[in-house]
T-cell receptor, first 107, second 120 residues
Framework: DIQMTQSPSSLSASVGDRVTITCRAS??????LAWFQQKPGKAPRSLIY???SLQSGVPSKFSGSGSGTDFTLTINSLQPEDFATYYC?????????FGGGTKVEIK | EVQLVESGGGLEQPGGSLRLSCAAS????????MSWVRQAPGEGLEWVST????????YYADSVRGRFTISRDKSKNTLYLQMNTLRAEDTAVYYC????WGDGYNFDYWGQGTLVTVSS
């Protein structure tokens, strides 16, 4: 099975900061990667799919990049509503899996 | 507007059974694969099971294979998860999720989740 490793597991940032989260797959997954945002007590929300495609309705301050094994989620100009936990997920095989999550907290 | 509404969660004893439901609306249910993903308290997301749009093929995580059964009823636009021989480690919020294009694991919409607690 493919393992997904996110880093960091948590970070503190200020409003207006630019934040970068990385996700590494244990083997080549092409661009079959998605990013989700989850707030406490809520369902995950799709942000990015196919590594860099923006989900309809998601602000363009969210962007994704990468292919193969290394991927990045960037959030520009962090706002209070962006403080949440972010997960990457591969869908390259019939055993999809998620990264462990990155909690973005207010500094 | 796509809506996915889960139900059927609750408290069950180890070894018991539960059936979760996910009522879908706002899209052509029979055209999309559907999945269950769970999240244990304070933990990350874990894929559980997927059924193709036709309902002919199913996939399971090793942790639930042989105990859980996914199914769908296109006449009721509803997805199900039959959970048997429940264990304490099955305690989680269970989400249903819709595939983006057809069959696969590229999820675009999720339900609000239903909590399953397995405890004596």
């Amino acid at each position: 099975d493919i393992q997904m490793t996110q880093s960091p597991s948590s970070l503190s940032a200020s409003v207006g900061d630019r934040v970068t989260i990385t996700c590494r797959a244990s083997q080549d997954i092409s661009n079959h990667l998605a990013w989700f945002q989850q707030k406490p007590g809520k369902a995950p929300r799709s942000l990015i799919y196919d590594a860099s495609s923006l989900q309809s309705g998601v602000p363009s301050k969210f962007s994704g990049s990468g292919s193969g094994t290394d991927f990045t989620l960037t959030i520009n100009s962090l706002q209070p509503e962006d403080f949440a936990t972010y997960y990457c997920q591969h869908y390259d095989t019939n055993s999809p899996s998620f990264g462990g999550g990155t909690k973005v907290e207010i500094k | 507007e796509v809506q996915l509404v889960e139900s059927g969660g609750g408290l069950e004893q180890p070894g018991g059974s539960l059936r979760l439901s996910c009522a879908a609306s706002g899209f052509t249910f029979s055209s999309y694969g559907m999945s269950w993903v769970r999240q244990a308290p304070g933990e990350g997301l874990e894929w559980v099971s997927t059924i193709t749009a036709s309902g002919r093929t199913t996939y399971y995580a090793d942790s639930v294979r042989g105990r859980f059964t996914i199914s769908r009823d296109k006449s009721k636009n509803t997805l199900y998860l039959q959970m048997n021989t429940l264990r304490a480690e099955d305690t989680a919020v269970y989400y249903c999720a819709k595939e983006r294009w057809g069959d696969g694991y590229n999820f675009d919409y999720w339900g609000q989740g239903t909590l399953v607690t397995v405890s004596s």
